[in-house]
Nanobody, 128 residues
Framework: QLQASGGGLVQAGGSLRLSCAASGITFDDYAIGWFRQAPGKEREGVSCLSSSDVTYYADSVKGRFTISSDNAENTVYLQMNSLKPEDTAVYYC????????????????????????WGQGTQVTVSS
């Protein structure tokens, strides 16, 4: 099971740290990804941390978001800085064997379909 937490309401330019606590899986064997979905929009892969510490970031969050893990706590964090109103969404964490991506045009996107374990979402709202 995955448990996401840490969402909330923040002003533009502010920061939040999301947590994804894992139980019932061998944490070190999995990649943990963060996805988000805003109302009326498709789900977007935001970031991913593989079991070998390879990271992925969507272009829209590069330089602002940082993914990290605490293996002793079986927890993955998503530090979100310089938040923008367009970051408003429900954020989900998910587990997969790897951070699978595909090239869509010139953009590399995270493949949500390969993530087999999903946590409940946590709402992030950024006010302007």
């Amino acid at each position: 099971q995955l448990q996401a937490s840490g969402g909330g309401l923040v002003q533009a330019g502010g920061s939040l740290r999301l947590s994804c606590a894992a139980s019932g899986i061998t944490f070190d064997d999995y990649a943990i990804g963060w996805f988000r979905q805003a109302p009326g929009k498709e789900r977007e892969g935001v970031s991913c941390l593989s079991s070998s510490d390879v990271t992925y970031y969507a272009d829209s969050v590069k330089g602002r978001f940082t993914i990290s893990s605490d293996n002793a706590e079986n927890t993955v964090y998503l530090q979100m800085n310089s938040l923008k109103p367009e970051d408003t969404a429900v954020y989900y964490c998910a587990a997969s064997i790897l951070c699978g991506t595909r090239l869509v045009g010139t953009r590399r996107t995270l493949l949500g379909s390969i993530f087999g374990y999903w946590g409940q979402g946590t709402q992030v709202t950024v006010s302007s």
